[in-house]
């Protein structure tokens, strides 16, 4: 008896199983255990699914009733119910009712209700009412029935519950990377969506090209402006440039309130040429925002200095007593000669070291500057332009 009875619970959990995954709506589902009930005790009135879950609300919809299709959420007519309460004050195990609405302490033959409470751990989110139909009666299989119903109603719950938390943590999470990512490299951002378990933040030796660039005269203007205007210029310059760096591969690195870092990755005649095409491009706009705001404001210089060659690149850890900062950066001599060469650009002129003019010469034209000296550098450096004059100049007609 016990082995038919084992038989025919397996036979009847994977018939409802194998229809539970013709759905992956919630709803649908806890609609579908709750007319398998009807299916499997056919002297059933009705089969209720009550569920209770506050937080229910954030992953399925009210259940469709099973009497009137039209209906919705069984609550407005059973969480009154003296039967369904009982159950739910009493905890996780199912309450079997006698006619007449008295309970039994085992289970009886002749049951005319049985209330099977779904829990997790002691937090009630469902009931599983099952009603027999006039004149007919419920038994311990049914009760076993009912049961395995309510065991899959609350995998099923559980499920959903588990599946909307992680929804609304990824939301979450998603939401504040929308709003950092601006913060963050744009190299930094591939490594990490490429490998998020373990990213390769490293420094390690690369070709690259570095670009520096400022605003001429930050200081006087911040003295001259209101801190409005100030931003709104610093805003509309630097605006300006994203699309120009980012369309030639541009990852901006550091920025000061006048100035800009960007690296070029790549070969070094690749990194090179986009680095340079991108100072001459900025150049272009900025005449061409000075030509848009020439009766508001005086004209903006940004000045530019580009080297290239091999550099230590990745995340640098700085650690003091208020915490641990890291930049993604590039280091080493190649860089501290873009910020030297930079520094020493005037009136807007674009000036690039030897070995960057070495990869663009046959692709761009070149102004020779002459042997400079630089701080900390032991020999004169041979630097060129990509701007004829280093004059100021205004956008031509």
């Known amino acids: 008896m016990a082995k038919t ?12 199983a194998k229809k539970l995954t013709s759905s992956s709506d919630i709803g649908d589902v806890l609609e579908i255990i709750r007319d398998e009930a009807k299916t499997s005790i056919p002297q059933l009135q009705e089969a209720c699914l009550l569920v209770i879950d506050p937080e229910a ?35 996780a195990s199912a309450m079997c009712f006698l006619p007449g609405n008295s309970t039994e302490a085992t289970v009886p033959e002749g049951l005319s209700e049985i209330v099977v409470p779904i829990y997790l751990e002691d937090k009630p989110l469902a009931v599983l009412d099952a009603i ?31 599946h909307s938390k992680m929804a609304k943590a990824k939301l979450t999470l998603d939401s504040m990377l929308k709003h950092l990512r601006p913060f963050v490299p744009e190299t930094v951002q591939r490594i990490v969506e490429k490998n998020p378990d373990e990213p390769e933040l490293g420094k390690r030796d690369m070709e690259v090209t570095v ?26 310059y630097f605006s300006a440039t ?28 690749t990194s090179s040429v986009n680095a340079a095409k991108s100072a001459l491009e900025i150049r272009e706009k900025t005449l061409q925002i000075n030509e848009e705001l020439k009766t508001r404001f005086p004209p903006v210089q940004i000045n530019m200095g580009i080297n290239s060659g091999i ?19 590039a280091t080493g001599p190649v860089t501290n000669l873009a910020a030297r060469i930079a520094a ?26 002459g042997f400079m000296e630089f701080k900390n550098v032991s020999e004169p450096i041979e630097v060129f332009s990509l701007v004829r004059s280093h004059k100021l100049e205004t956008k031509a007609e």
């Open 242 to 269: 994203l699309d120009i760096l980012y369309a030639h591969g541009g990852d901006i690195n550091e920025t000061a309130g006048d100035g800009l870092m960007v690296i070029f990755q790549g070969d070094a005649e």
């Open 132 to 162: 027999a139909a006039p004149g007919a009666t419920l038994k311990e299989r049914d009760l076993i029935v009912l049961q395995d119903l309510a065991e899959l109603a609350t995998n099923v719950i559980k499920n959903a519950r588990d």
């Open 5 to 16: 009875m084992y038989k025919k619970r397996f036979e009847n959990v994977f018939r409802v």
């Open 211 to 236: 670009l520096f660039l400022d605003i001429a005269g930050y200081t006087r203007m911040s003295e001259t402006q209101t801190r409005g205007k100030v931003n709104f210029i610093i805003e509309k």
């Open 311 to 329: 550099a230590s690149v990745g995340m640098s850890k700085f650690e003091g007593s208020s915490g641990t900062r890291m930049t993604f950066t």
């Open 57 to 91: 609300e954030h992953y399925t919809r009210p259940l469709h009733c099973a009497v009137e299709k039209k209906r919705i959420n069984c609550q407005l007519c059973k969480r009154g119910r003296v039967t369904v309460a009982r159950a739910l004050n009493k905890g």
């Open 344 to 369: 020493t650009a005037k009136n807007g002129d674009i000036l690039i070291g030897h070995e960057t003019a070495k990869h663009v010469k046959s692709i761009l034209e070149l102004f020779e500057r």
